[in-house]
């Protein structure tokens, strides 16, 4: 296993690159923009392939490196359902797993820093994002943050977890690293109170000024999304609704990008193929399925996935392989559902 903490001392954030061997896939939490050259570094380092970027919740203090990631590695952005982000490749809800090859982390929703805070538990630890700290808890004071929701996620989520379990935050401003559930629960002066209207009236009086960074990390992490226009502008997209008129039309192969969980829990555009993302570069290349398959068939190949992400730079690779019929259903699955198209499961 490897697991790695990263520090970025201006904004005391903590980032978490996850994999499960060398060689292998890589997933990172909380990764900061200023800090991507060096997180990179790392992954070439470890020979590592990274395929998600995941953010616990949108920051106020830094801007994310989500964006960044994607665009130099062409990896897959992740945060919960909750998130007022415009896109990411694929969003989260409590239950569900974030996966990469080897690690699997359960999704749990831990609202009250902020309505988009999740929680990430990969066995004997938990990545709590600003809910739970090391000795103190995010504040609830502004992006929807809520004391009594918060006081829900930790003491009915978090501290009902082992109390060995391994807490890791995303950030600390005093150069702790890491807890565990039962210190918090001894030792935390924020969790010391009898009652939720106690932890409520305590998270009231704070009075903490904003942070500096607000006025421009928000706007900037509000707006993560690939720029599909870019895609369209190259006749490479197709709208839903022009979509639903090409299904079951001989000449034209759907395939669909998503995990197989995504496939169970949303539906399935009838007649498509399962080519998962991740195994994209492999597919389009000579000799790969999707190249084969449009070379014998001279099929029109139309991706798609959750929101159009995964499917805009599958289209931009596949173009690159030289399928210059490939191209992708603008806004996917959440654009698709929308224009009414039709769903199997
Ligand atoms: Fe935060």
Not at 68 to 87: F, H, W, Y
Not at 261 to 284: C, M, Q
Not at 323 to 338: E, N, P, Q, S, V
Request: overall charge negative.
């Amino acid at each position: 296993m490897i697991f790695r903490q990263l520090f970025d001392s201006t904004s005391g954030t903590y980032t978490y690159l996850l994999a499960s061997r060398r060689g292998g896939e890589a997933l990172i939490i909380d990764p900061v923009i200023e800090k991507v050259e060096r997180y990179l570094q790392l992954i070439k380092e470890l020979d590592l392939k990274l395929v998600k970027a995941v953010d616990t919740h949108l920051h106020a203090d830094h801007i994310t490196g989500l964006g960044a990631l994607r665009d130099r590695t062409q990896c897959i952005t992740v945060m919960g359902e909750m998130s007022k982000v415009d896109v990411v490749s694929m969003r989260l809800s409590e239950g569900d797993k974030l996966t990469i090859e080897g690690v699997a982390l359960d999704v749990l929703y831990t609202p009250g820093h902020t309505d988009d805070s999740y929680s990430f538990l990969m066995r004997d630890r938990v990545f709590t994002g600003d809910t739970l700290l090391i000795r103190g808890t995010g504040r609830t004071d502004f992006q929807n943050g809520d004391a009594r929701a918060q006081y829900d996620s930790i003491f009915n989520k978090l501290l009902k977890l082992p109390d060995d379990t391994m807490i890791f935050p995303a950030h600390d401003y005093k150069g702790e690293t890491v807890s565990t559930v039962g210190e918090e629960k001894a030792f935390n002066p924020r969790l010391q109170v009898k009652s939720i209207d106690e932890y409520v009236e305590l998270m009231g009086k704070l009075n903490l000024p904003n942070p500096k960074m607000m006025d421009v990390a928000v706007p900037a992490n509000m707006r993560v999304g690939f720029a599909q226009e870019a895609i369209a502008q190259r006749g490479w997209a197709v709208t839903a609704a022009d979509a639903i008129r090409l299904v079951g039309q001989p000449n034209v192969a759907l395939i669909d990008l998503r995990e197989k969980t995504e496939r169970e829990k949303h539906g399935v555009i009838p007649g498509s193929l399962h080519a998962p993302y991740p195994d994209l570069a492999v597919n389009v290349r000579p000799g790969g399925m999707l190249h084969e398959l449009a070379a014998s068939t001279g099929k029109r190949m139309l991706f798609y996935c959750a929101f159009g992400e995964r499917s805009a730079m599958a289209v931009q690779a596949a173009q690159d392989a030289g399928l210059t019929a490939a191209c992708h259903i603008h806004g996917g699955m959440d654009a698709w559902k929308k224009a009414s198209g039709p769903l199997v499961r």
